[in-house]
């Protein structure tokens, strides 16, 4: 069974930048889209970012130009970093990987998440 661990999250003043990591259990990243979704209390789940497994990236338009998603296949990893954070993106961030080429995108295997708070 594929397991997601993400790490990098924390407290951070607004303008700051944090770095999210995601690690799977397997090799799923050769072939599998890889999505940061975040959700804030009392707030619907949000996909932040993707990355298909040719590198195309997709970004909300709530953090297009401030959040960058990398990917490493050899080391089963997908990054996230997050610059000039705003406290509007505290929430808990989730990594996951996508069903196929689902549409609209489906996932099915999910991190625990981890906590970032935009406080001054």
């Known amino acids: 069974q594929v397991q997601l661990a993400e790490s990098g999250g924390g407290l951070v003043q607004p303008g700051g930048s944090l770095r999210l990591s995601c690690a799977a259990s397997?090799?799923?990243?050769?072939?599998?889209?890889m999505g940061w979704y975040r959700q804030a209390p009392g707030k619907q789940r949000e996909l932040v970012s993707s990355?298909?497994?040719?590198?195309?990236?997709r970004y909300s338009d709530s953090v297009k130009g401030r959040f960058s998603i990398s990917r490493d296949n050899t080391k089963n990893t997908v990054s996230l970093q997050m610059n000039s954070l705003k406290p509007e993106d505290t929430a808990v961030y989730y990594c996951?990987?996508?069903?196929?080429?689902?549409?609209?995108?489906?996932?099915?295997?999910w991190g625990q998440g981890t906590q970032v708070t935009v406080s001054s």
């Open positions: 996951a990987k996508k069903i196929g080429n689902t549409k609209p995108p489906m996932y099915d295997y």
């Open positions: 397997e090799d799923i990243f050769s072939s599998a889209t």
């Open positions: 990355v298909s497994r040719w590198g195309l990236t």
